[in-house]
């Protein structure tokens, strides 16, 4: 099993949709947890960070976390095109060391 | 913000020499580095772990007489890549955790092609 799983993708969704990005991860002692995005070429940006259960929201983003389930996901609302990048789930694990998920393509589509 | 400067952000090598890569944390003070890789349409892949004033950590998998990696400051951390290989062609990034708040800042990366 994988340390760190999301939704395989590539996601396309249209302008003005909700996204939606799913992860889980296998190490119940996670305490952190991360999104961040990538465009192609470029290194990755942090877009949101949670650590306690339940939903935290800035913007049109909001992350959710469940502990017990050991899911984090990320929802897009008012999808743009700009949105248009690979999403990255991070975990951050014992030893303050970040482990990847393999990432989603999300393509909103205008 | 947080910041860390990374360079080069391209570089095209012959096959047998050596590349180094800089990354320097330009407001905070990093005592730690993370050096990650990536090859195209997958995750960032943590090589090692950097510490200043001590030896890095590599990870399983990872030559670490083939990556060497050196911290000797608080602000710059390098990655060699020695006698390199075109099968070492990759994206190679460092991130540092941000000393405020919760997070991990990213380098703007290195494209490394070996002819």
């Known amino acids: 099993q994988k340390e760190v799983e999301q939704n395989s993708g590539p996601l396309s969704v249209p302008e003005g949709a909700i996204a939606s990005l799913n992860c889980t991860y296998s190490?119940?002692?996670?305490?952190?947890f991360f999104w961040y995005r990538q465009y192609s070429g470029k290194s990755p940006e942090l877009i949101m960070f949670?650590?306690?259960?339940g939903d935290k929201e800035d913007g049109r983003f909001t992350a959710q976390l469940n502990k017990a389930s050991q899911y984090v996901s990320l929802l897009i609302r008012d999808s743009q095109p700009s949105d248009s990048a690979t999403y990255l789930c991070?975990?951050?694990?014992?030893?303050?060391?970040?482990?990847f998920g393999e990432g989603t393509q999300l393509t909103v589509n205008p | 913000g947080a910041v860390v400067s990374q360079h080069p952000s391209r570089v095209i090598c012959k096959s047998g020499t050596s590349v180094k890569i800089e990354c320097r944390s330009l407001?905070?003070?990093?005592?730690?580095m993370f050096w990650y890789r990536q090859f195209p349409k997958k995750s960032l892949m943590l090589m090692a772990t950097?510490?200043?004033?001590?030896?890095?950590?590599?990870e399983q998998g990872v030559e670490k007489d083939k990556f060497l990696i050196n911290h000797a400051s608080l602000t710059l951390s390098t990655l060699t890549v020695t006698s390199a290989h075109p099968e070492d062609s990759s994206f190679y990034i460092c991130?540092?955790?941000?000393?405020?708040?919760?997070?991990?800042?990213f380098g703007s990366g290195t494209r490394l092609t070996v002819v």
């Open positions: 991070a975990v951050e694990t014992s030893g303050s060391r970040l482990t």
């Open positions: 949670i650590y306690s259960n």
């Open positions: 950097s510490n200043e004033g001590s030896k890095a950590t590599y």
């Open positions: 407001d905070f003070q990093a005592t730690t």
């Open positions: 190490d119940r002692g996670s305490q952190s």
């Open positions: 991130s540092a955790r941000v000393p405020v708040g919760y997070g991990y800042t």
